[in-house]
């Protein structure tokens, strides 16, 4: 919102240059993210909380001014000449509970042109266009003091009356921007006897628009249902600058004032009658009830005590007025424009931000007690210090997910939510992988290629019932993991500078999984194929830590991957962190090199397809050889010279002792031992 510093000055003598003055609105809360211009042309680019509609115009600025200044604020009061005869409008107001007032007034032989030098100039300056001295009369208005007005060309209400009602079913309105709109019976009108002639608080229509040939206006401001207004401006697809403020609350007081500051504005420049007095129909009022001030609680919460006289300055410069209550208490009456205050801890924020936040002592709040790190926080820095490591950027989505993701990739009974934002999103996800899928689909839309990517959150799940609780919801951490496209050369992955890229493979998955278990303590952890469905069958897999499953990771199944138009290969990781933490980290322990020389033995083998290398290493170690320091695989090779469904195998053994040099009999026993216990699994050994 833009507002004029320049402007501000006929309401309020500012003491200040304007930078100074956008830095101190600012430090009250009335924030200015910007300033364009120079001299009177100066211009402030406003950000107004929405609960503050009050401040959306100059007037309200300038109040703020006077406050933060303690200087007088000088009133809008419309100079209007005597008026003649009597107006025949009439006003029916049918929706009390929408329309609780409505005003108006009759000005006869206008003569309709451009406005003048000093209007059309500051409406430019807000990027408003001037288009005639009686439009213009209201937009001025409305920046001026923040209430939206409106004018009809009198000659072209049918009966001279206006009628408030709900619109009919089948009726339309052709609004001031030539669009003809069908209304809904839930629609509020202003009406003449025949037909809509405006859609209240939102926009006027076109068939009663001020033209050059209009003679005869009819000024109207209202107040109207700030939730209806709303649903219709929605309904429509309208946002105007009068529907933006009806929408936060109007000042129900200001219909007159408005509408007479309208009539000056008209007369001076087109001239014209006055007719009759104002029409001002109440058909309920609107009180704001006083609020109850302790000076007390106000050095509660602020921290600092504030003087009676301090406390009344801000109070009536704001335009509160502040009476005696109860015992050493105030009752603080609400000013009409205020619709925000609603109790007394709003008014303790009306005085800090006036006195001045950086006026109070910076003081640290009492505390007794002591910080704790929370129990697995440790584990969490482990893992997430893990992930960067390795070239994973950490992202944040929402818990919720839809009821066929939470379906299609978790077993568990999905949490509903009870006010959904979408279909996509109406129940508290099961699973992270939907999410993971969603941000990695998300980046290659927009053409990040190479991604990786983790999320640190948790999934829900409906539970059976608890003694006290009904369906007791469980909560369940976990670790997601994403990577798609090329690996990341400056990480971990072995490349030479200048190397060749080379895709994300399952392999590269699996050794960040094995490095994040890694500092993990453990009897024994495996991987077998054993995964949901939803992953690849042949290039995933599952980590087991001492009998539970911690992890499983791979790469999306193909069919998957369609569905949900993923264009090149993804692989993901899912960690149960619930599992995982009931293990601690390792202590790191030194342990001194071996002084005695290792032996290596290579054995090669031909294996069945059936036999995987998890169950050739756990064979292996079940012979408990005291000096077997690794076991691991060199090379597999399919083809040629090996049998279809089976593979060849190198295999190195690594033995050595901390105590002295192995002699070569004891190292022929042990390899022989291992021979014959891959012979056992069905191996047979090459020549």
Request: aromatic letters at 8%; proline letters at 5%.
């Amino acid at each position: 919102m833009k507002i004029s510093p320049h402007w501000l000055r006929d309401f309020v003598d500012l003491p200040v240059d304007y930078p100074r003055l956008a830095d101190e609105l600012t430090l009250a809360g009335v924030a200015v993210e910007g300033i364009s211009g120079e001299g009177d042309n100066t211009v402030f680019e406003m950000e107004i909380t929405t609960n503050r509609p009050d401040a959306m115009n100059h007037y309200g600025v300038a109040r703020e001014a006077s406050a933060l200044y303690d200087l007088p604020l000088k009133p809008i009061e419309p100079k209007l000449p005597p008026s003649q005869g009597k107006s025949d409008v009439t006003i029916d107001i049918q929706e009390l509970e929408l329309c609780p007032r409505f005003t108006a007034r009759e000005i006869r032989g206008v003569t309709v042109k451009g406005s003048s030098a000093i209007v059309a100039n500051r409406l430019r300056l807000l990027d408003q266009r001037p288009i005639s001295n009686a439009v213009d009369a209201t937009n001025y208005v409305l920046w001026e003091s923040g209430k939206p007005t409106h004018v009809f060309d009198l000659d072209l209400l049918e009966g001279r009356r206006l009628v408030i009602r709900k619109a009919r079913a089948g009726e339309t309105l052709k609004t001031l921007d030539g669009v003809e709109r069908k209304l809904s019976t839930e629609d509020l009108v202003v009406a003449d006897a025949k037909k809509p002639v405006g859609l209240a608080g939102v926009m006027g229509g076109f068939d009663t628009m001020i033209t050059e040939k209009t003679k005869n206006i009819l000024i109207e401001s209202a107040w109207w249902d700030p939730v209806t207004v709303r649903r219709m401006s929605k309904r429509h697809g309208i946002h105007t600058d009068a529907s933006h403020r009806f929408e936060r609350g109007a000042d129900f007081e200001s219909t007159v004032p408005s509408t007479n500051r309208v009539a000056e504005l008209i007369l001076e420049s087109g001239g014209g009658t006055l007719i009759g007095n104002v029409i001002d129909v109440i058909a309920r009022q609107l009180d704001l009830a006083p609020i109850e001030l302790d000076p007390r609680e106000v050095y509660r919460i602020l921290g600092e005590k504030l003087s009676a006289l301090e406390i009344s300055r801000i109070l009536s410069r704001l335009g509160f007025t502040m009476l005696p209550g109860g015992e050493d208490t105030y009752l603080v009456h609400i000013p009409s424009w205020r619709l925000d205050i609603e109790r007394e801890i709003d008014i303790i924020e009306e005085l800090a931000r006036l006195h001045g936040y950086d006026k109070f002592p910076d003081t640290l709040p009492a505390y007794s007690g002591e910080v704790r790190e929370l129990p697995d926080a440790r584990k969490d820095s482990q893992l997430r210090s893990g992930l960067l490591a390795l070239g994973y950027n950490e992202t944040i989505s929402l818990t919720f997910i839809s009821k066929e993701d939470a379906r299609r990739f978790s077993t568990a009974a999905e949490l509903d939510l009870a006010n959904p934002l979408s279909d996509e999103a109406s129940v508290m996800r099961t699973a992270m992988v939907p999410s993971m899928l969603n941000m990695l689909a998300y980046n290659l839309n927009r053409g990040s290629d190479n991604v990786q990517l983790f999320e640190a959150g948790d999934v829900f799940e409906a539970s059976g019932r608890d003694s006290k609780i009904a369906n007791m919801p469980l909560e369940m951490k976990r670790i997601s993991m994403g990577a798609t496209g090329n690996v990341n050369a400056e990480v971990v992955r072995g490349l030479a500078p200048g190397a060749p890229a080379r895709p994300f493979s399952f392999f590269d998955l699996k050794g960040d999984v094995e490095s994040l278990l890694t500092p993990f303590s453990q009897w024994t952890l495996y991987y077998d194929a054993q995964t949901a469905d939803y992953y690849h069958p042949g290039r995933s897999a599952r980590a087991v830590l001492d009998g539970a499953t911690v992890a499983q990771f791979g790469q999306i199944h193909p069919e998957v991957a369609a569905a949900r138009k993923l264009r090149q290969d993804v692989f993901v990781a899912e960690i149960y962190l619930d599992r995982l933490y009931q293990h601690d980290l390792r202590q790191v322990r030194y342990e001194a090199l071996a002084r005695f020389p290792a032996v290596e033995r290579d054995f090669s083998f031909v294996f069945g397809d059936g036999v995987e290398f998890e169950k050739i290493r756990q064979r292996v170690t079940e012979l408990c050889i005291a000096e077997l320091r690794s076991f691991v695989p060199v090379e597999i090779f399919r083809g040629e010279q090996v049998s279809a469904g089976k593979y060849s195998i190198l295999m190195r053994a690594k033995l050595q002792s901390s105590e002295r040099t192995l002699r070569d009999d004891e190292v022929a026993q042990w390899a022989g031992q291992i021979a014959k216990a891959l012979e056992a699994l069905g191996g047979v050994q090459r020549a």
